[in-house]
Antibody, heavy 121, light 107 residues
């Protein structure tokens, strides 16, 4: 069974930094692109970033480009999201998600349970 | 950026009835579209990918159709666990984008 477990969320001041982790099990981690998707309180889903399985390629949403860095350690089956210069609008539950299927395209299956990041002003 | 628009925002349906949800893309996404269901307090779960392929373990009452810019998710007979929020997501182009969601509530 595929399992994704996020950690590292918490309360941080505006302008601060935080690193999220996502530990994966139940599949060959290095073979799959992994992503972060967030959801602000009471709002919809927003894709944040994706990294290819071999870590060679990354994609970022414009609101986080230059502030967030996605990375992975395939020896530890772990995905990371380093967040800097945090803003109030970054407050959200952050989900880790495995790429579904085996094609080039990225949909999300499954998702972790999420970790809450709260940026205080 | 491809903008995804879902309608209606809220759909009131009685248990056992059919629900039809719409998703429109601002530019063609071919068949590169997924649907997710999110129950309160839970992470989203994949229902449909490639516009019409049910994900593993998803019951046959869920069906997806469409291509290009117009897509539909149909739930043939609503069960209690189906009262939730549904999102569409395009993966034809970067950035990946979601629709704003349709909340299916009990009538």
């Amino acid at each position: 069974e595929v399992q994704l477990l996020e950690s590292g969320g918490g309360l941080v001041q505006r302008g601060g930094s935080l690193r999220l982790s996502c530990t994966a099990s139940g599949f060959t981690f290095r073979n799959y692109a992994m992503s972060w998707v967030r959801q602000a309180p009471g709002m919809g889903l927003e894709w944040v970033s994706t990294m290819s399985g071999n870590a060679a390629t990354t994609w970022y949403a414009d609101p986080v480009k230059g502030r967030f860095t996605i990375s992975r350690d395939n020896s530890k089956n772990t995905l990371y999201l380093q967040m800097h210069s945090l803003r109030a609008e970054d407050t959200a539950v952050y989900y880790c998600a495995k790429k579904g299927g085996n094609s080039y395209y990225v949909w999300f299956d499954p998702w972790g349970q999420g970790t809450l990041v709260t940026v205080s002003s | 950026e491809i903008v995804m628009t879902q309608s209606p925002a809220t759909l009131s349906v009685s248990p056992g009835e059919r629900a039809t949800l719409s998703c429109r893309a601002s530019h063609s996404v071919s068949s590169n579209l997924a649907w997710y269901r999110q129950k309160p307090g839970q992470a989203p779960r994949l229902l449909i990918y490639d516009a019409s392929t049910r994900a593993t373990g998803i019951p046959a009452r869920f069906s997806g159709s469409g291509s290009g810019t117009e897509f539909t998710l149909t739930i043939s007979s609503l069960q209690s666990e189906d009262f939730a929020v549904y999102y569409c997501q395009q993966y034809n182009d970067w950035p990946l984008t979601f629709g704003g969601g349709t909340k299916v509530e009990i009538k």
